[in-house]
T-cell receptor, first 112, second 111 residues
Framework: QKEVEQDPGPLSVPEGAIVSLNCTYSNSAFQYFMWYRQYSRKGPELLMY????GNKEDGRFTAQVDKSSKYISLFIRDSQPSDSATYLCAMRLTGGGNKLTFGTGTQLKVEL | DTAVSQTPKYLVTQMGNDKSIKCEQN?????MYWYKQDSKKFLKIMFSYNNKELIINETVPNRFSPKSPDKAHLNLHINSLELGDSAVYFC??????????FGPGTRLTVL
């Protein structure tokens, strides 16, 4: 069993929909949580970063962390075709040389 | 442009060959990384260097040898390439905080 589980999709939604992307993890020592977006044939880019339970909002994106359930989510409001990409969750321990453990990524397609 | 750059972008080679991938960052970061992304998009760390010192060395065959001549460069040399080495290799860099900036990737195909 992988340390971080993520539904690979693909997930297809109409433009304007609210998208929910999720990851579960098994290691309760993970303290820092990130969401990366990766367009086709490009490197991942950081979207959201949080280290506490609760919600963090940035424009149309909201990251949610529930440490008691070992569950994190990324919500995208008013989704656009330009949001079509693979979304990777990542997390790390305190210390550990900044080693990130990634989920397998969810492929999202937002259709016109 | 401030960025993480990698060369080459594509690499096609025969089994058994030795090849190198180069990475440079001009972001002034102290830490650099190599990741491997397989065909299912799973991204896994291989190595990390901080100021030219190896700090993360995951369970990677010793055919893979990273080298950091200075803190702006991290190269990856692969000996005796195997079919299973086919993947996209990403270089990344970060300051002391968490955000890792990724390069565009090198798509390696071993025939």
């Amino acid at each position: 069993q992988k340390e971080v589980e993520q539904d690979p999709g693909p997930l297809s939604v109409p433009e304007g929909a609210i998208v929910s992307l999720n990851c579960t993890y098994s290691n309760s020592a993970f303290q820092y949580f990130m969401w990366y977006r990766q367009y086709s044939r490009k490197g991942p880019e950081l979207l959201m970063y949080t280290y506490s339970s609760g919600n963090k909002e940035d424009g149309r994106f909201t990251a949610q962390v529930d440490k008691s359930s070992k569950y994190i989510s990324l919500f995208i409001r008013d989704s656009q075709p330009s949001d079509s990409a693979t979304y990777l969750c990542a997390m790390r321990l305190t210390g550990g040389g900044n080693k990130l453990t990634f989920g397998t990524g969810t492929q999202l397609k937002v259709e016109l | 442009d401030t960025a993480v750059s990698q060369t080459p972008k594509y690499l096609v080679t025969q089994m058994g060959n030795d090849k190198s991938i180069k990475c440079e960052q001009n972001l002034g970061h102290d830490t650099m990384y190599w990741y491997k992304q397989d065909s299912k998009k799973f991204l896994k760390i291989m190595f990390s260097y901080n100021n030219k010192e190896l700090i993360i060395n995951e369970t990677v065959p010793n055919r893979f040898s990273p080298k950091s001549p200075d803190k702006a460069h991290l190269n990856l040399h692969i000996n005796s390439l195997e079919l299973g080495d086919s993947a996209v290799y990403f270089c990344a860099s970060s300051p002391q905080s968490d955000e890792q900036f990724f390069g565009p990737g090198t798509r390696l195909t071993v025939l």
